[in-house]
């Protein structure tokens, strides 16, 4: 077997963790250190995703939320925010077919304050092209920010009046409602912080951090990270 077939039935031997969600960090310094430009390293970043995508449907995961863009990534320069998000945009028409070919669910998570109309009519319909596949729940978190997603959430539920709450009932109201919590959260690029990406869903999430920036991570790294997760001793609180 080749290493990577080998790596595969290693990881496939272990608990395949339910849900992954990872932040997708290094894209300009990967472009910086080759003399590109900032998009050139975001562009490279697809390429990355569309492996992660494949290597997690392979691995039977169900559920991986990635970081595409942030509410706070409205901080750069306007014309890199906007080709992040026409970035997204136009990756994620020409790849629809194939997702939904795969048995891929897309999703979205964020919020739609700031977005384009045209934009959210096209992230709709890719929910319902895919909705009824049983694959991969693919959940992207455009716009997405988890302080935002918590005020939105009250603010939806004092205008409901409803007198909450438990924490599964607001947790019912968030972006997240049908998915559960993600068991990992993996970071590239090096830095060790959140990055307001699902704080409150989070809370008993499993860190994994890499130096590896995110053009360059790959499928046999994150099958290390999961290796990883699997010798990881998970107490929430209690005695094991
Ligand atoms: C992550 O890469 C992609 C987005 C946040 C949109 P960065 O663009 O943050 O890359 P660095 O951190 O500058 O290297
Ligand atoms: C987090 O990365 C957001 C995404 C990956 C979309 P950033 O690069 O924006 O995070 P900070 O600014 O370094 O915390
Ligand atoms: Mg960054």
């Keep these: 077997m080749k290493a990577k077939e080998e790596l595969i039935a290693q990881v496939k031997k272990g608990t395949i963790p339910t849900h992954i969600a990872i932040i997708m960090d290094g894209n300009g310094r990967w472009a910086k250190q080759r003399g590109l430009s900032r998009i050139k390293g975001h562009q490279a970043g697809v390429k990355?995703?569309?492996?992660?995508?494949?290597?997690?449907?392979?691995?039977?995961?169900?559920?991986?939320?990635?970081?595409?863009?942030?509410?706070?990534?409205?901080?750069?320069?306007?014309?890199?925010?906007?080709?992040?998000?026409?970035?997204?945009?136009?990756?994620?028409?020409?790849?629809?077919?194939?997702?939904?070919?795969?048995?891929?669910?897309?999703?979205?998570?964020?919020?739609?304050?700031?977005?384009?109309?045209?934009?959210?009519?096209?992230?709709?319909?890719?929910y319902q092209k895919t909705k009824n596949n049983t694959g991969l729940n693919l959940i992207i978190a455009i716009n997405y920010g988890g302080r935002n997603e918590i005020i939105e959430t009250i603010n939806n539920i004092l205008s409901k009046q409803l007198n909450i709450i438990t924490e599964t009932e607001f947790s019912n109201y968030l972006y997240t409602s049908k998915f559960p919590d993600p068991d990992m959260v993996i970071r590239t690029s090096g830095e060790i912080r959140i990055s307001n990406f699902l704080i409150w869903q989070a809370a008993y999430s499993e860190l994994w951090f890499t130096k590896t920036l995110w053009p360059d991570f790959n499928s046999e790294e994150y099958m290390q990270a999961i290796l990883d997760f699997q010798k990881r001793n998970r107490k929430f609180g209690g005695v094991k």
């Design 48 to 126: 990355a995703v569309r492996k992660i995508v494949e290597t997690s449907g392979n691995l039977g995961i169900k559920y991986l939320t990635i970081y595409a863009f942030s509410t706070e990534n409205w901080r750069r320069p306007e014309n890199e925010a906007k080709a992040v998000l026409t970035l997204i945009e136009n990756t994620l028409m020409k790849e629809i077919n194939n997702l939904a070919k795969n048995n891929v669910i897309v999703h979205f998570i964020g919020s739609q304050k700031g977005l384009k109309k045209s934009f959210i009519e096209k992230i709709n319909k890719a």
